[in-house]
């Protein structure tokens, strides 16, 4: 069983920056896609980037395309999210995820094993 923890949540203002953080822990984190999620108040939970198990592949949601940047590093077994100009509408709980499929299928279908226990991300003056 794959264990997700993420960190790096907190408040910030417009136009300002954060970068989540998600350990993986279990058997062979290395082979699994991962994912971030993010769900606000009253809304579906989205995928906001995934980026497959060697980092060769990533897809962005059209809202963060140019602000957000994921990476990994297996030696670490931990994935990150960069998020730079921050808005408002950036304001959610935000889960890391794993799964054994695509980056496409992970973030557009939800395609997930695993999930992590959410950070908070608040964006406001």
């Known amino acids: 069983q794959l264990q997700l923890v993420e960190s790096g949540g907190g408040l910030v203002q417009p136009g300002g920056s954060l970068r989540l953080s998600c350990a993986a822990s279990?058997?062979?984190?290395?082979?699994?896609?991962i994912g971030w999620f993010r769900q606000a108040p009253g809304k579906e939970r989205e995928g906001v980037s995934c980026?497959?198990?060697?980092?060769?592949?990533?897809h962005y949601v059209d809202s963060v395309k140019g602000r957000f940047t994921i990476s990994r590093d297996n030696a670490k077994n931990t994935v990150y999210l960069q998020m730079n100009s921050l808005k408002p509408e950036d304001t959610a709980v935000y889960y890391c995820?794993?799964?054994?499929?695509?980056?496409?299928?992970?973030?557009?279908?939800?395609?997930?094993?695993?999930w992590g226990q959410g950070t908070q991300v608040t964006v406001s003056s």
């Open positions: 995820a794993a799964g054994g499929t695509t980056v496409q299928r992970m973030c557009v279908s939800k395609d997930v094993t695993y």
């Open positions: 279990g058997p062979t984190p290395e082979d699994y896609a």
């Open positions: 980026i497959s198990s060697r980092g060769l592949s990533t």
